[in-house]
């Protein structure tokens, strides 16, 4: 098996210290960044995708595979920058966070590893995050998508004021806002301003392609 | 006999009960309040302050158990519905925090409103075996929505005269709510302790987390002996561990670390042991709460409740379907079963589809309806000299039939034969000329007439103005 091989098992097994241990090693021996990606680890993610699409990968599978491909990517983010050559399949930017007040995090937790799973450059910001922390987050990160989640009919509230905090900062244009957890709906969504909402995560992943068209 | 249903031996509880206060000693559970950590360091716990982590031990659980009464009131403003637990008989009650109701009169799904929860009041009065009410959606229409869990309790105490449950998810909402208490009784605060006609939910965060604020709002309760339900909710899978045994561990020890905290700041709280777990999907992780593993789960807690002597409540009669329709029937039945059959005292989930999300005021009634028949099947099958109807089969003998024998005549009459108001056993042709009609048109006329008639035990006019007043203030204030 050669290294890009190696690579790929590594993501699909989802085995975070071979995923590290051979981006380290592309790292050393100079090896082609754009092919370490193509070859390698997104090949692995990938084929995880495909797996979970064909009901032969579940949750937990998809979930470790994302965050060892997450693990090389990190490795690998330094390298990559300074490579003109390289890009990360030119990957949109998205920023997940559970909304203050709540500190649910198994949703966003999921979305996140399927948002990876799909090639999305995915910023986790935690949860029960402020939503003036968020708004510094969306300055400093410039997502093309931020996604709220929220699981309490008692926080969702927060998903309609970060859309409006982003409005006052003048940022709304720039950032597609999705909207996700058990108590909203499209007629939240939609009352709230969100570009968007899905009730799970495969569907996020579809939403977040669809408002970035 | 009676048909029960155990899924825990007598062994396999204790051995539970142990692993329970292992993972309270040995991992400990996050609790994000300096108040309650201080309370928890006090009788006995270790704690880390930086990581907010307390480790309860075993004997600070034995005291908390000592502490806590095994049987008390939940009261109603109609004294008839007083409740006292433990129960003699199953009873009913609504789940909470939904969002979405099935419009009755269009049939289409929209976001919740204050007069569907006068609504639910209204046909929840109805239901003889409805006797515990959680207010079980989040109007969206209240004018400020800090006030909605205020406004969501006040309406649900204008238009139920039933026992009120519903959660203090900040402190600063408890005075409105006290207020609103004494203001329905026409008393004071004594009354209020006295009365118990208000319960609250508390949920802990899988895994071993406690909410700041739900916990230091339901901590100040605890000063007006309001009884408090204990709500673990860990998902097999994902937020709990992927084997049902370990999953009723953890959902235990939270329990557990809930109790002792409660019983520290209130010796004498009364609670009520709980228990909303579930599994995921194994594909896209969602909660799963009409799965036969998440009622299995389910039944075990109910033994470990009855097991420390504290009345139990647990989630059931539950379904993740998206309509009131066959999947929602089955789920329901499989969800109720367990519960029934281990004499739970409280089955908390009749009226929602979608995990609870959804309210379906049909549903409400067609799910009273299954829970009479589970009961039904709980009941079993009574061997004993009054039903031995031997002189019975000796007179018709060979032949012939028993419909003229007075101990048919009398056992129509009894428990022996549930008589369901919502399956009518039309033969075929009846029921088309009939319309055709199913048990959802059934209970969508029984819902109309519920709505049309006036309410059988209104609030007086003046007492709901002072309510009305109370709620105002909460949503200019809060």
Redesign the interface.
Same mark, same amino acid.
């Given at each position: 098996m050669d290294i890009y091989e190696l690579m790929k098992e590594a993501v699909l097994d989802g085995d975070e210290e071979e995923a590290v241990r051979l981006a380290e090693q592309a790292l050393e021996e100079g090896l082609e960044l754009q092919k370490v990606m193509d070859e390698g680890f997104l090949a692995g993610i990938q084929e995880a995708g495909q797996l979970?699409e064909d009901?032969e990968y579940?949750?937990?599978d998809l979930v470790c595979s994302a965050d060892a491909m997450k693990c090389a990517l990190e490795v690998l983010d330094e390298a990559m920058k300074n490579d003109p050559n390289a890009q990360k399949g030119a990957a949109a930017k998205v920023a997940l966070v559970t909304v203050q007040?709540d500190?649910?995090d198994?949703?966003k937790t999921?979305v996140g590893a399927m948002m990876t799973a799909s090639g999305f450059e995915v910023y986790d910001l935690g949860t029960d995050v402020l939503n003036e922390d968020v708004i510094a987050k969306v300055k400093e990160i410039d997502p093309d998508v931020l996604g709220l989640s929220a699981l309490?009919?008692?926080t969702?509230?927060e998903q309609g004021n970060i859309i409006e905090m982003l409005k006052a900062e003048g940022l709304r244009d720039d950032v597609k806002v999705i909207i996700g957890g058990?108590?909203?709906?499209q007629?939240?969504a939609d009352k709230i301003t969100a570009d968007g909402y899905s009730d799970?995560?495969?569907a996020a992943v579809k939403l977040a392609q669809e408002v970035l068209k | 006999m009676r048909m029960n249903a155990p899924v825990l031996s007598p062994e396999e509880i204790k051995r539970i009960h142990k692993d329970s206060i292992r993972i309270l000693e040995e991992v400990g559970v996050k609790v994000p309040s300096e108040k309650a950590l201080s309370i928890l360091e006090a009788g006995g716990a270790k704690v880390d302050y930086d990581k907010q982590v307390a480790y309860i031990t075993e004997a600070m659980v034995d005291a908390a158990f000592k502490a806590a009464p095994k049987e008390f009131l939940l009261g109603a403003r109609n004294r008839e519905h007083d409740l006292w637990l433990p129960t003699t008989r199953t009873v009913l009650n609504m789940d909470g925090?939904?969002?979405?109701v099935i419009d009755f009169n269009t049939g289409e799904?929209?976001?919740g409103t204050l007069q569907d929860l006068a609504d639910v009041g209204k046909v929840f009065d109805a239901i003889p075996q409805a006797k515990v009410l959680w207010s079980c959606?989040?109007p969206?229409d209240t004018p400020n !929505?800090r006030a909605?869990?205020v406004w969501a309790t006040a309406t649900s105490l204008i238009n139920t005269c039933k026992h009120v449950q519903d959660e203090v998810?900040r402190e600063d909402e408890l005075p409105y709510i006290i207020e609103i208490l004494k203001a329905v009784l026409g008393g004071t605060e004594e009354d209020v302790i006295e009365r118990k006609i208000y319960s609250a939910t508390y949920c802990t965060?899988a895994p071993l987390?406690h909410?700041k604020?739900m916990l230091e709002g339901t901590m100040a309760l605890t000063k007006y002996k309001a009884p408090v339900l204990l709500y673990p909710m860990p998902?097999c899978? !994902?937020?709990g561990p992927a084997s049902l045994y370990s999953n009723v561990a953890l959902a235990n020890a939270e329990s557990l670390s809930s109790l002792v905290i409660y019983q520290l700041t209130t010796p004498g709280t009364p609670l009520i042991y709980g228990s909303a777990l579930g599994r995921?999907?194994?594909?896209?992780?969602?909660?799963l709460e009409g799965a036969v593993e998440t009622e299995l789960m389910m039944a075990a807690m109910v033994q470990m409740g009855k097991y420390y002597g504290l009345p139990t409540m647990a989630a059931g009669c539950l379904s993740d379907a998206n309509s009131v329709g066959m999947q929602a029937a089955m789920e329901k039945v499989l969800t109720t079963v367990p519960l029934t059959h281990n004499d739970v005292d409280i089955i908390q989930g009749i009226g929602l589809i979608e995990?609870s999300?959804t309210l379906s005021l049909e549903q409400m009634i067609i799910d009273a309806e299954i829970f009479e028949h589970c009961m039904r099947m709980h009941q079993g099958i009574d061997v004993c000299d009054d039903k031995d109807y031997f002189e019975d089969i000796k007179a018709v003998a060979q032949g012939g039939h028993f419909l003229k024998q007075k101990s048919t005549r009398k056992a129509f009459r009894s428990d022996e034969f549930y008589n369901s108001k919502l399956i009518p056993g039309d033969t075929y042709d009846t029921w088309k000329a009939a319309g055709s009609k199913d048990m959802k048109d059934y209970a969508h006329e029984k819902v109309a007439a519920i709505l049309a008639a006036d309410p059988v035990c209104p609030l007086d006019a003046n007492t709901e103005k002072l309510i009305r007043e109370i709620m105002a203030e909460a949503a200019a204030k809060l």
């Open positions: 979970y009901e579940f949750l937990p007040g500190v649910h198994i949703g999921i309490l009919t008692t969702m509230e058990a108590p909203v709906n007629a939240w799970n995560a495969i | 925090c939904g969002s979405n799904k929209r976001l959606i989040h969206e !929505s909605a869990g998810q965060v987390c909410d604020e998902a899978g !994902s937020t995921i999907n194994l594909k896209t992780g969602a909660f995990g999300m």
